[in-house]
């Protein structure tokens, strides 16, 4: 369904139970009410995705922030004032009327309030706060076009909203700024830099492979289903090969590739990161074995599209004799 449509069978659809995909400014979200337990276990179940990975809770206005959560630490307030709506998302302490399983037990609850209009309207449509993930299988490519969603989950969506492709093609940044340092949990679409300018100096945590404190915080994550490798873009031409596939920052590598997605032509991390996933999931789709990447410059939002393809990276193996 168009997303710039009447959104009101979407909307129905949220308070009773079901689950919509909508476009966001990040990725593409799959939303169900974030107040009933079974709506949220259906996300789960959608996406494979282990019930030990907590979900981001949207909301339509960040003055829907208190009413939902309660008072907030200053450092969260100033935060929310600064770039809500926009690609950032907050922990805060989870309020009862929040089920556990959206939270994955943890006491502390992710929320954010997405720079798109139609997620707005729709979540102001449904009149609850909704709980959306990226809308793909467990570990693999966020989608950042409705047609990414409907090949990875096909039925197991309610309805796609369609709102074009998303405008920054990577998730939000997280950060816990309740105690007195805040702490990004996950490197995203808001660079470290912006963010200091409002809290001065914050701690950038690492993923990692036990219980995540955030979504989208383990090492292995966000990758394609062809193996992916990390190379310097100095060695990309001697990584060339039949059935090997590039992913390249600026220029297009020398050497025989079977598939070749350059993120930016001029340069443009923005560009980069806003295509990022949407070329690899044709690269995914392109037959080759494996995916060869090369790293983007490690500065503003280019260490977030860093951090993704390291992440991507994290399962690669070398084939047999390589």
Known sequence: MPADGDLGEAAALLRTGGLVAFPTETVYGLGANALDARAAARIFEAKQRPSFDPLITHLADAADLEPLVGPVSPAVAALAARFWPGPLTLIVDRPEQIPPIVTSGLDSMAVRVPDQEHARRLIAAAGVPVAAPSANRFGQLSPTRAEHVVHGLGTAVDLVLDGGPSRCGIESTIVDARGERPVVLRLGALPVEE????????????????????????????????????????????????????????????????????????????????????????????????????????????????????????????????
């Open 195 to 322: 963010l200091e300018k409002v809290t001065g100096p914050v701690t950038v945590r690492p993923g990692n492979s036990g219980q995540p404190v955030a979504p989208g915080t383990l090492a292995a994550h966000y990758a394609p289903r062809t193996p992916l490798r990390l190379v310097p873009g100095a060695e990309l031409a001697d990584a060339a090969g039949a059935g090997r596939g590039c992913l390249a920052f600026r220029d297009r590598p020398a050497g025989a590739w079977t598939a070749v997605e350059v993120l930016s032509a001029a340069g443009d991390l923005t560009e980069a990161a806003a295509r990022l996933f949407d070329a690899l999931h044709r690269l995914d789709a392109a037959g080759v074995v494996e995916i060869v990447a090369e790293p983007v410059p490690e500065m503003g939002v280019g260490r977030a599209v860093n951090d993704r393809l390291r992440r991507a990276a994290a399962t690669w193996h070398p084939a047999s004799g390589d």
